[in-house]
């Protein structure tokens, strides 16, 4: 069975400062892995995709996610926070080729201090 | 860009009520989904489209149904509207090639509340 734990579900970072959202996923086949954000009041917005092409995700907004296969894991990084970077983070696992059934992760809240 | 509309930005409806949110998208999409969200739990999917007419339940259908009748239209109905399904309810959509490929695209939300 398919999960995703984010474990953070709140980070504060300075602004100027990285940004590191950490994702661990289960799967039982070739998973494809999503980051979606949510800025207040608005739907999910897709931040970036991995689907078994190059391990190092480049998305929008400067944010990047590597695929580590031995750790299981999609953490999403960026080199320098912005205060419009301030939002809802969402990590979501899927397996290939299904309809449907993407789970999502319950969220890590992003603060960013001027 | 794709587009995903939610007739309703808030709603406010009483128990027992017989309660429409409907959803609409401008790109052909094959597939359709209903989602609520609510604090500490993330997203949760209530029933997804493959295709006009077809529906399958997700993992909180209870208390909801569903409505296709054209392919840019997804409806989500609550039978007798309950205080527990007081949420944020978000409306996808995505192409029909398998959902581990194609990325969702999401409406902004209905905010329901039931007094």
């Known amino acids: 069975a398919q999960s995703v734990t984010q474990l953070d579900s709140h980070v504060s970072v300075s602004e100027g400062t990285p940004v590191l959202l950490r994702c661990n996923y289960s799967?039982?086949?070739?998973?494809?892995l999503f980051w979606y954000v949510q800025h207040p009041n608005k739907g999910l917005q897709l931040l970036l995709k991995y689907t078994s092409a190059a391990t190092l995700v480049k998305g929008i907004n400067g944010f990047e996610a590597e695929f580590k296969k031995s750790e299981t894991s999609f953490h999403l990084t960026k080199p320098s926070a912005h205060m419009s970077d301030a939002a809802e983070y969402f990590c979501v696992v899927s397996d290939a080729g299904s309809q449907g059934n993407l789970i999502f992760g319950k969220g890590t809240k992003l603060s960013v201090k001027p | 860009d794709v587009k995903v509309t939610q007739s309703s930005r808030y709603l406010v409806k009483r128990t027992g009520e017989k309660v429409f949110l409907e959803c609409v998208q401008d790109m052909d999409h094959e597939n359709m989904f209903w989602y609520r969200q609510d604090p500490g739990l993330g997203l949760r999917l209530i029933y997804f489209s493959y295709d006009v007419k077809m529906k399958e339940k997700g993992d909180i259908p209870e208390g909801y149904s569903v409505s296709r009748e054209k392919k840019e239209r997804f409806s989500l109905i609550l039978e007798s509207a309950s205080t527990n399904q007081t949420s944020m309810y978000l409306c996808?959509?995505?192409?029909?090639?398998?959902?581990?490929?194609?990325?969702?695209?999401f409406g902004n939300g209905t905010r329901l509340t039931v007094t």
């Open positions: 799967s039982s086949y070739s998973p494809s």
């Open positions: 996808a959509s995505s192409l029909g090639t398998g959902a581990g490929n194609s990325p969702l695209h």
